[in-house]
């Protein structure tokens, strides 16, 4: 590599967040509005620049603290998008990362210097985003559905427990298709992911439901 040769200039970083939330079986993602030029007033995933002296995944949780005041999160790098255009500024290849949280147990910052708001979304309710942040999320989604299928990523939505009817409308609402009540609840119990705490809980309005908490040690492994 030739340092001098000016195809290698003016190349940055960009590190985005795609991080979800379900709340009451509606599963959202966490947009930011811009304050500065480009794409000023426009809603965006969480991201920015990385620094030339951070690694990756340190730049992505430095820039969700910095806009939304959120850390202590998990991430996982997924997909890199490479178009040359994708930034009016400079060249910016940008690195995705997907993570979910509780999104009742964070303190979400609406404003920071460089954003005017922050707030949640349906992703069926998602507006013009700016950059590439459409596809960015599209295909944020795309590696959410099959985390959720291979792995136990839902673990820390309900640190507290939660409910089979709950639990059925949240992979419903993020696979987008339905599932039969007795097919879900006879499968989620066998798979030994889920215990009862002898606990009841409400959701929706419904009577009392069982309410049951992800184990502390279980195994990776195809849940449908």
Excluded: C
Aim: glycine share 6%; hydrophobic share 40%; proline share 4%.
């Amino acid at each position: 590599m030739d340092v001098k040769n000016k195809l290698y200039k003016n190349t940055g970083i960009h590190v985005i967040t795609a991080l979800f939330t379900v709340e009451q079986g509606v599963t959202k993602v966490l947009l930011i509005k811009r304050k500065n030029e480009p794409f000023l007033g426009d809603w965006v995933l969480t991201g920015g620049a990385l620094y030339n002296t951070e690694d990756l995944e340190d730049g992505a949780i430095r820039e969700l603290k910095e806009k939304t005041g959120i850390e202590n999160v998990e991430i996982k790098q997924f997909k890199v998008f490479g178009k040359v255009n994708r930034s009016p500024m400079m060249r910016m290849v940008a690195v995705g990362f997907i993570g979910i949280i509780d999104s009742k147990r964070v303190h979400l910052l609406r404003e920071t210097r460089n954003t005017s708001n922050a707030d949640w979304f349906p992703i069926n309710k998602i507006p013009p985003l700016g950059y590439d942040h459409n596809e960015i999320l599209e295909e944020a989604i795309k590696e959410l559905r099959v985390q959720i299928v291979k792995s136990n990523i839902l673990k820390s939505l309900f640190p507290d427990g939660v409910t089979l009817p709950e639990l059925q409308k949240t992979y419903e609402a993020i696979l987008n298709k339905k599932f039969d009540r007795r097919n879900f609840r006879k499968k989620m119990l066998s798979l030994d992911l889920i215990e009862d705490t002898n606990l009841t809980d409400r959701f929706e309005g419904n009577k009392p439901a069982k309410l049951y908490r992800f184990k502390k040690q279980i195994e990776n492994k195809e849940i449908f």
